[in-house]
């Protein structure tokens, strides 16, 4: 039975393939998620599963991420970057001491497994899918723990969002003073799907508020946090800030780790995050891929946006990093130009940490 089909009864309800897009009405939807008064289905979720005793270490090996002491019921979360360092795969990961637990975007589900199944070598390991198995519900911490979690090993499969926190080994480039995400609380719970039709029934008897991927995706966006669904081919970690939380700087060799270090150490990152407040009304919203122009050259693209509940029409967007702070941005939508107001948040000189004296040239006189 598709885990979705009892939230599809609940009224108001409008799933588009097999995710919920909202409940009727997408602006109080993110109030009440963000006030812990809704729980969001999330059909664009799933979960992989890892059991095995080298389970930790082999996927420490394969990643940004240092995770091979993980504690059952510890969240984390890494990336799988490819040779040049660009970021391919993302997964959140919580462990309950016999298993490995990613919950991953839907889209990138197929093609992280299929890699993980081609890495696993004589390793006591054992990836599979379980999208079968659990299906993950969203909200603030406090909201999700009303919920019954999975807990096949006697730990809740509970991932609490570490955003946008530094972790140990992690570096922040945009400023923490005044960084939005500090209002972020999410969590997201892996319950069987008797638990997803239970929460249905109790939305369709009016005793409980549910919230659509329109609202999840706003909040998020307002927050700054990097997705795996915001990644083009050419992604680096460093310009969208995911050295906070998703790479540990000082672990042992990876895939990509040597773009990473050279990058944080020695450069800059090509690209920079910002976030812009739009003008407009939200029947103008940017699409991904929308170009981003300051006068009469393209220097970026929108990789995400929504109509936030207090913020108004808001969007993400990576561009050049020589393009000026001050800048008059329009995005060039499909219906038309919409100007844009730009926020910093990766600045133009993030990078290039290590103290590196200079030499002088030679046969220079002193």
């Known amino acids: 039975m598709n885990p979705m089909a009892a939230v599809a009864a609940v009224s108001g309800a409008v799933i588009a393939d097999g995710i919920l897009q909202h409940a009727g009405n997408p602006i109080a939807e993110q109030r009440d998620l963000a006030g812990g008064r809704a729980l969001a289905p999330l059909g664009d979720r799933v979960v992989l599963a890892v059991g095995g005793a080298d389970r930790l270490t082999w996927l420490e090996s394969l990643s940004t991420q240092q995770i091979s002491a993980l504690v059952p019921g510890q969240s984390s979360e890494l990336l799988i970057l490819d040779p040049n360092g660009r970021v391919e795969h993302a997964a959140a990961v919580v462990d309950d001491g016999a298993t490995a637990w990613l919950v991953v975007d839907r889209a990138d589900a197929d093609g992280l497994l299929s890699w993980l199944v081609k890495m696993r070598f004589r390793l006591r390991v054992d990836p599979r899918d379980a999208r ?39 570096w922040a480039y945009a400023v923490d003073a005044g960084h939005p995400g500090q209002d972020w609380d999410w969590s997201e719970a892996l319950v069987l799907p008797a638990e997803l039709a239970r929460l249905a029934g109790e939305a369709a008897a009016g005793r409980q508020r549910l919230a659509g991927s329109i609202a999840a995706d706003a909040l998020r966006i307002a927050a700054w946090r990097p997705r795996i669904a915001d990644a083009d081919e050419k992604l680096l970690p460093h310009e969208v800030d995911w050295l906070r939380t998703a790479v540990h700087l ?87 130009p919409v100007a844009a107001a730009q926020e910093v948040i990766i600045p133009p000189g993030a990078g290039a940490t290590a103290s590196v004296p200079r030499i002088p040239r030679l046969g220079r006189r002193r």
């Open 250 to 336: 000082h672990k042992g060799c990876y895939r990509g780790q040597e773009t990473v270090a050279k990058v944080h150490n020695l450069g800059h990152p090509p690209r920079r995050l910002v976030s812009l407040q739009l003008d407009g009304s939200d029947t103008n919203l940017p699409a991904r891929g929308d170009g981003v122009r300051a006068a009469d050259t393209t220097v970026g693209v929108v990789i995400a946006a929504a109509q936030h509940y207090e913020d108004g029409p808001i969007a993400l967007a990576l561009v050049r990093r020589s393009t000026p702070l001050d800048a008059e941005l329009v995005v060039d939508t499909q219906d038309g």
């Open 132 to 170: 079968d198995e659990l299906v993950v519900v969203g909200g603030t911490a406090a909201a999700v723990a009303a919920l019954a979690a999975a807990a096949p090993a006697g730990v809740p499969l509970v991932w609490h969002d570490p955003w946008p926190e530094v972790g140990t080994g992690g």
